[in-house]
């Protein structure tokens, strides 16, 4: 069983550019969470997708960033105009479905390095 | 609103030593959970070792144990047996156990653990 996968590991723009960060979820997870690291810094929780749906987006910067996670195919993380602050490791979870009595582990990508020049 | 602080922004220990690194934190709520990650160079996240708030046990995991004081809201992991792959920077983490909301994870700052030969 394949792990969490995302794509690209690295990912190289100039200021202004859109950048695309993709997470394919471990087989039978439908729930995905997207983190931030910056530079010497701990990961913080930007967003948590359910299939087609966004259940919470408190941590996501108010402009230029969405995130979608649709029926079919990966979660994409979407950056339009980026700035040098935007450089950071990305790393998406995912985890089964949540229940009541349930751990519901999330199990982490190996993350994409966003650059921008 | 949950906080986690890691005050040791590095630590280093012989190896085959023991070493300590602190985590302390800050929730209303009685039902939680705890976890400590290991981020290696590759920035792959790796869970070390997971507590959950309503067991007084302390968790073990070979080599690596906690030592979870609920009052005192301290979470502290013990490395025994240093190995030169422990190397890494160590994340402690919490997440509510709630049944209802995001499930999201909030991490510390990290500790950079350099094992010396």
């Known amino acids: 069983n394949a792990g969490v996968m995302q794509n690209p590991r690295h990912l190289v723009r100039r200021r202004g550019q859109e950048a695309r960060l993709r997470c394919s979820p471990m087989?039978?997870?439908?729930?995905v969470y997207w983190y931030r690291q910056l530079p010497e810094e701990g990961l913080k929780f930007m967003v948590y997708?359910?299939?087609?749906?966004?259940?919470?987006e408190s941590g996501m910067p108010k402009e230029r960033f969405s995130a979608e996670f649709p029926k079919e195919g990966p979660s994409i993380l979407r950056i339009q105009q980026v700035v040098r602050g935007d450089s950071a490791a990305y790393f998406c979870?995912?985890?089964?479905?949540?229940?009541?009595?349930?751990?519901?582990?999330?199990?982490f990508g190996p993350g994409t390095r966003l650059t921008v020049l | 609103a949950q906080t986690v602080t890691q005050s040791q922004p590095e630590m280093s220990v012989q190896e085959a030593e023991t070493v300590t690194l602190s985590c302390t934190y800050d929730?209303?709520?009685?039902?939680?959970?705890l976890f400590w990650y290991k981020q290696p160079p590759s920035r792959q996240m790796i869970l070390v070792i997971r507590?959950?708030?309503?067991?007084?046990q302390n968790a073990t995991e070979n080599r690596f144990s906690v030592n979870f004081q609920k009052a005192a809201k301290s979470f502290s992991l013990k490395i025994s047996d240093s190995q030169l792959g422990d190397a890494a920077m160590y994340f402690c983490?919490?997440?509510?156990?709630?049944?209802?909301?995001?499930?999201?994870?909030?991490f510390g700052t990290g500790t950079r653990l350099k094992v010396l030969a």
């Open positions: 979870a995912s985890s089964t479905r949540t229940s009541e009595f349930s751990y519901n582990e999330q199990f």
């Open positions: 087989k039978g997870h439908s729930h």
């Open positions: 997708l359910q299939k087609e749906n966004i259940i919470d």
């Open positions: 929730t209303s709520e009685s039902d939680y959970y």
């Open positions: 507590q959950e708030a309503y067991k007084q």
């Open positions: 983490a919490y997440r509510s156990a709630r049944t209802s909301g995001t499930y999201k994870y909030i």
